[in-house]
């Protein structure tokens, strides 16, 4: 079934966003909420994962934006702000989304190792990534599965390179080398 792409006007979780950039202009912290959410939604929809794994929950938008790709999506966020993690999982149950995603809390290199592999999709929304978290969102992933790679512009030049390698390296761009797919932002 082809999915519907949808206008920002049209967001349901807009508010979420708005929220979002009102918080971290109070806070001062690293909450940029992603700006095409329609998009990952879109994406998701198209794609219907049954597991969806989001580095950098923030206040929960673009994990709600995620879950919206079919009603039985299942979405792990995680997110190492304590405050950021109270506030999502009251925005995602105000959404009525609790059941489809889960917010865990803590740092993304410790979390992922206690998570089971077997995502259909993957987002890094948390500030720079790295080579260490890329690599373990591709092992994470099941054959077929796509990799969004958001900020390697925020990395330092050197870093940045080394996470486009490790991007290239795992995805030749149409599935052929490893049947994943990863996808930079
Ligand atoms: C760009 S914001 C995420 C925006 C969110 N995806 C949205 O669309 O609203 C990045 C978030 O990642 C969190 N973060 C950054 N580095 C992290 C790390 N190493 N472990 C866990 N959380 C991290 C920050 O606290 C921040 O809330």
Known sequence: MAATIRGPASDPYAAMQMKTREHRRTHGCE?????DG???AALSAKIRPARVIE???ALGYSACCLASGSPYTLVD??????IHVQ????NIAEVNLASNVTVH???FATVL????PGYDLAFFDGFAPSTEVLQFLMYLLNTGGVLVCANIGLATQSRGKACERCLKTHSSGNRCRSSK?????
Not at 31 to 35: G, N
Not at 77 to 82: A, V, Y
């Open 77 to 82: 966020t995680i997110e190492r702000d304590p």
């Open 87 to 90: 506030l999502a999982r009251q």
């Open 181 to 185: 797919l990863a996808l930079r932002l």
């Open 113 to 116: 190792r206690t998570l089971t």
């Open 55 to 57: 580095l950098g929950t």
């Open 31 to 35: 909450a940029y909420t992603f700006e």
């Open 38 to 40: 329609q998009g990952l």
């Open 105 to 107: 809390l803590g740092d």
